[in-house]
């Protein structure tokens, strides 16, 4: 079993940054793909980013393509989603996400769930 546990939301302005932590406990935290999703209200929960175990393969959904960057430490256990430049489209509650193995697009293929962080980016 794994536990996600994710930090760093806030209410921000456009433009600004913010820099999102989860942290894993319970597993052996380098097995994991890790992928980030998000979910505005009345809207379905969607890929934002992923990251494979060892760090080197990343993916990025197009919206946030150029403004966010993923990363991990193994060492600390932590994944960690950068995002520059945040725009009010980017308010949501985001949620890091764990599975063994590949990295996966579709948030229904992880298996491990933090309880979300929420982002708001005010005009």
């Known amino acids: 079993q794994v536990q996600l546990v994710e930090s760093g939301g806030g209410l921000v302005q456009a433009g600004d940054s913010l820099r999102l932590s989860c942290a894993a406990s319970g597993g052996t935290f380098s097995r994991y793909a890790m992928g980030w999703f998000r979910q505005a209200p009345g809207k379905e929960r969607e890929f934002v980013a992923t990251?494979?175990?060892?760090?080197?393969?990343?993916s990025y959904a197009d919206s946030v393509k150029g403004r966010f960057a993923s990363s991990r430490d193994n060492v600390k256990n932590t994944v960690y989603l950068q995002m520059n430049s945040l725009k009010p489209e980017d308010t949501a509650v985001y949620y890091c996400a764990a599975r063994v193995g590949i990295p996966s697009y579709y948030y229904a293929e992880y298996s491990y769930w933090g309880q979300g962080t929420q982002v708001t980016v005010s005009s």
């Open positions: 990251i494979s175990p060892s760090g080197s393969t990343l």
